[in-house]
């Protein structure tokens, strides 16, 4: 109970602090009405997420299921996890649509100019984390970060971590393993993506670009920090749009994954996949990677997988470095990156990241 | 007659986009051309980051979502909003602008 209470006044008091900035043009009813409105929104968000196990036990005492039996302990489990998977989801990603209404990609971009290599990987990797990213926007993003003289080693490190480091990701591991996974693949996710984009600006290899991507590399398009100061209730706005889109595609995902989860939870027994995907098998970690790399899924996609794996006896190392290369780097992407990287630069991207990778899957499995 | 792009590579979201102004151009009766933008290096002249985005008379009015089709009738009717200078390139050109 003690750390769920600590997360929902984690929530609030981040809340609290956005709403304290200044409002913009907006009327004062219209700031006072979505304050309100949030206000309700976050008590009652509160309220539901710490008394989940109450409401799972009552419903299961209502239908009379008993939980000593598989079933009942499947279906116990299932009733939990699901609203609270999705609570954490909604709060995540409402935040982080908030966030987007300050950190738009030419902001970034402008933050990001004039900075070299070493201090720009690390900046890109973290604004990776909160920039408003889709992966059919990654070439003009690219080619974008390009013409405005940002070198290519520090675009790479935006490009590995905006996909990887994503609000569906962290609010699912939270939900599911807890805050010390979340942050700790937080961490190793932007470690990756400053490591790897450091490579890369080192082989220079700003020859493997296609030739008309080299030339408007030159050609220093203006770098407008677009900022259209919009009022607080848009914002706010803005992060239940965030949440109707985000929420609205993953639900099902989640639902159907966390019932997969159940079942395991209940059925298949204790440690069934230690013997091949165990701390003490090491070439499970590349093989892992390996598969995962060519894999093309979302965060909520390949979550339900992962709980099942872990809860069943796998390295918490090569199921991380698994997800990681899964949502990271996948065919599609390849094919779009295809547009403006000749093969050579696709081939070094791809197997620097899932070398950085691989060494994440180790130390995740030497340490823990 | 308004000229009016849709900029994007054809993902999902770029034919929502173009949908969508379709719908409003019909609905509404708004006199205007559209043109899909698919080819990366002619988006790239627009100076966008994300894609889908709207460009009506050259100017870049929305990107890196779908807007609402309030908001389309609004960017398709309304005057252009903002000042000269604004969005970068070509926009200069377009008569309605201050």
């Not at chain 1, 996890?81 to 950190?103: A, N, R, Y």
């Not at chain 2, 609402?68 to 050109?93: M, V």
């Amino acid at each position: 109970m003690a750390t769920k209470t600590s997360v929902a006044e984690v929530v609030v008091s981040a809340m609290k602090t956005f709403l304290r900035q200044p409002t913009g043009m907006a009327s004062q009813a219209q700031n006072l009405q979505w304050i309100a409105g949030i206000f309700v929104a976050a008590v009652v968000w509160i309220l539901l997420y710490n008394n989940l196990e109450l409401f799972a036990t009552q419903l299961l005492q209502i239908a009379r299921i008993n939980r000593t039996n598989r079933l009942g302990e499947a279906l116990h489990f299932f009733i939990y996890e699901v609203p609270k998977v999705l609570l954490l989801l909604t709060g995540v990603v409402f935040l982080m649509g908030v966030i987007h209404t300050f950190i738009s990609p030419e902001r970034t971009r402008a933050l990001l100019s004039g900075h070299r290599t070493g201090v720009g990987n690390v900046m890109a990797a973290t604004l990776g984390i909160v920039t408003p990213f889709c992966s059919c926007s990654a070439v003009p993003l690219f080619i974008g970060f390009l013409q405005a003289g940002i070198p290519l080693g520090v675009t790479f490190s935006f490009l590995i971590s905006a996909p990887m480091i994503n609000e569906v990701a962290l609010a699912l591991l939270f939900g599911m393993f807890g805050w010390k996974v979340a942050l700790l693949y937080t961490g190793m996710g932007l470690a990756v993506a400053i490591i790897a984009g450091m490579v890369i600006g080192k082989l220079r290899m700003e020859g493997s670009l296609e030739e008309w991507v080299q030339k408007l590399q030159k050609s220093k398009m203006p770098v407008e920090d677009d900022d259209d100061a919009i009022s607080w209730p848009m914002r706010l706005h803005e992060g239940v749009m965030h949440v109707r889109e985000i929420v609205g595609k993953v639900w099902l995902y989640i639902v159907f994954g966390v019932g997969l989860g159940a079942g395991i939870h209940g059925y298949v027994p204790e440690n069934f996949m230690a013997s091949l995907m165990g701390k003490s098998v090491w070439w499970s970690v590349p093989v892992a990677v390996l598969i995962g790399v060519p894999m093309y899924s979302n965060a909520a996609g390949i979550l339900p997988v992962v709980q099942a794996l872990l809860g069943k006896g796998a390295a918490l190392g090569t199921v991380m470095a698994f997800m990681m290369s899964v949502i990271a780097l996948s065919a599609p992407e390849m094919i779009i990156l295809r547009k403006v990287l000749k093969p050579r630069l696709i081939a070094v991207f791809a197997s620097v990241v899932a070398a950085g990778i691989m060494l994440v899957g180790f130390v995740f499995n030497l340490l823990l | 007659m308004k000229k009016v792009k849709i900029l994007g590579s054809g993902c999902p979201s770029c034919n929502q986009l173009a949908d969508a102004v379709n719908a409003v151009i019909a609905a509404e009766g708004i006199a205007a051309s559209v043109e899909k933008v698919e080819d990366i290096q002619q988006i790239m002249t627009y100076n966008v980051l994300s894609t889908p985005a709207l460009v009506v008379d050259e100017k870049v009015l929305c990107k890196g979502r779908v807007p609402s089709y309030a908001e389309i009738k609004e960017l398709l009717t309304a005057k252009p909003h903002g000042c000269c200078g604004n969005h970068g390139n070509k926009d200069q050109r377009s008569g309605s602008c201050c």
